[in-house]
C-alpha cells in the first residue's frame, strides 16, 4: 500500500506550517502531497510554492468544491501549477461542505450530485488538452482549450454517498476521507461494482436508446443469436478496471492531550451527519451520535466523545498501534493512504509522526 501525506490545514495552527509539512514529506520519500484548501492559502497558491520548495514529491491539488470552481478555472490551475513547478500535478474535486458553499461562497448547493458527475465529465478533455464542448443540465463549458502544455492529470474524486462512488468510477481515484476501516471496505466494494456495471445514462440517453432498439430490435436479435453460436460459451468479458481507492487518515503517534483533543474537535461536526453518524454507531459509538442528535452545547459533545472513537477513524498510539491500524485499511481495499499528521506545539506541522510512519 502507497503512503502519501495530505496537509492538515488545522485552523487554530499557523498556516505556514503546511510548507513544515510539505517539505519533511518530500525529505522523508513520502510518495504524494495532497493540497487541500480550507481558510488560509488558495490551494494553486500553496500547491506551487510547495512545488518550488520541494524536489521529487508527487502533488494533488484538492479536492476542490466544483460548486465553486468550475471546469474551466480547475484545468487552468492544474495546467499553471505544472506549468511553473515543472512536475506532474493531479487533481481531486469533491461536493464540499454546506458551510464553504453556501455560507463561505454564497453559492447553491442544489444538486451537487448532477454538479460533480457533470464536472468530472467536463474536465476530463480539458485536462487532456481538448476544447471544451460539454453542456449539461448543471455545468456548461464551450470553446475553451488550455494554451498552457496539457497536465493530462489524473483525476480524483471525493466520495462518501452512494452517487459521489458511482461518479468516482469514471474516475482514476476514490478518496475517502475520515472512515473506518469497514466502511472504506464497503465503499471499495461499491466502487468496484460501479466501475465493472460501467457509467450510468442519463434519461435522455436511455429514451435515445429506447428508440433506436425498438426499430431494429427483430434484425439484432437474429444476428446476435447467430453470432453466438459460433462463439465459445464459458466466454466472459474481461471485467472493468476499477479506480484505485485512497483514504485521509489523520495520525499522531505517540500522541499528548493536545493532538487528540485537537482531532476530537475535527470530528465533533461529523458525529450527527447522516451516513457518517451511522458509520459510528456500527464502530460501537451509538450512544454518542444519539447525543449528537440531540443538538447539545459544542463543549458538553466534546466532552462526551471517548478515545476510542477517534481511534475507530485514526492512526493513534504507539508506531507499532498506528502499523497495524495501516494494515487494517489495507486489508478492506485502501490502495494508498494519504496521512494527515497532527500539528502541535510539541510536533509542529506534524513532522515526527512522519519521521516515524516513513518507510
Known amino acids: 500500500m502507497r503512503l502519501g501525506v495530505s496537509l492538515g490545514l ?8 503546511a510548507l513544515l509539512t510539505a517539505r519533511a514529506a518530500d525529505e522523508l520519500g513520502y510518495d504524494e502531497l495532497w493540497v487541500g484548501e480550507m481558510a488560509t492559502y488558495d490551494a494553486f497558491a500553496l500547491a506551487t510554492a510547495i512545488g518550488l520548495s520541494t524536489g521529487r514529491i508527487g502533488l494533488t491539488v484538492g479536492p476542490l468544491a466544483v460548486a465553486v470552481r468550475d471546469p474551466m478555472m480547475i484545468a487552468m490551475g492544474v495546467a499553471s501549477v505544472a506549468a511553473l513547478v515543472g512536475r506532474p500535478v493531479n487533481v481531486a474535486v469533491g461536493t464540499s461542505s454546506p458551510t464553504v458553499v453556501e455560507e463561505w461562497h454564497g453559492r447553491s448547493r442544489a444538486r451537487s450530485a448532477a454538479v460533480l ?38 483525476l480524483t474524486v471525493a466520495a462518501f454517498g452512494a452517487s459521489a462512488v458511482r461518479t468516482a468510477a469514471t474516475a482514476d481515484r476514490m478518496v475517502l476521507n475520515l472512515i ?3 466502511s472504506a471496505a464497503r465503499l471499495t466494494a461499491d466502487l ?52 484505485r481507492v485512497a483514504a485521509w487518515v489523520t495520525a499522531a503517534v505517540d500522541p499528548g492531550r493536545e493532538a487528540v483533543d485537537r482531532i476530537r474537535r475535527a470530528v465533533v461536526g461529523y458525529l450527527a451527519a447522516p451516513g457518517y453518524g451511522e458509520m459510528f454507531i456500527e464502530a460501537g459509538y451509538g450512544d ?51 496521512l ?20
Open 340 to 359: 494527515v499528521p497532527v500539528s502541535t506545539d510539541a510536533d509542529p506541522g506534524g513532522v515526527a509522526t512522519l519521521k516515524a510512519l516513513a518507510r
Open 288 to 338: 454518542v451520535v444519539a447525543f449528537a442528535r440531540t443538538r447539545p452545547h459544542p463543549r458538553e459533545l466534546l466532552a462526551a466523545i471517548p478515545d476510542g472513537l477517534l481511534e475507530s477513524v485514526a492512526l493513534l498510539g504507539d508506531v507499532d498501534a498506528a502499523r497495524e491500524r495501516l494494515r487494517a485499511y489495507a486489508d478492506a481495499g485502501v490502495d494508498e493512504v494519504a
Open 117 to 154: 458527475r457533470e464536472a468530472v465529465r467536463a474536465l476530463r478533455p480539458l485536462l487532456d488538452g481538448d476544447k471544451s464542448d460539454f453542456s449539461g443540465e448543471c455545468v456548461k463549458s464551450r470553446g475553451y482549450r488550455l494554451r498552457l502544455p496539457a497536465p493530462r492529470a489524473e
Open 180 to 182: 473506518t476501516p469497514a
Open 10 to 17: 488545522w485552523q487554530d495552527r499557523p498556516a505556514e506550517e
Open 192 to 243: 468496484r461494482a460501479a466501475a465493472q456495471a460501467g457509467p450510468a445514462r442519463t434519461p435522455a440517453q436511455d429514451q435515445a436508446q429506447d428508440q433506436g432498439q425498438a426499430q431494429a430490435q427483430g434484425q439484432a436479435r437474429e444476428q446476435a443469436q447467430e453470432q453466438d453460436r459460433g462463439k465459445r460459451r464459458d466466454a466472459t468479458p474481461a471485467p472493468a478496471r476499477a479506480p
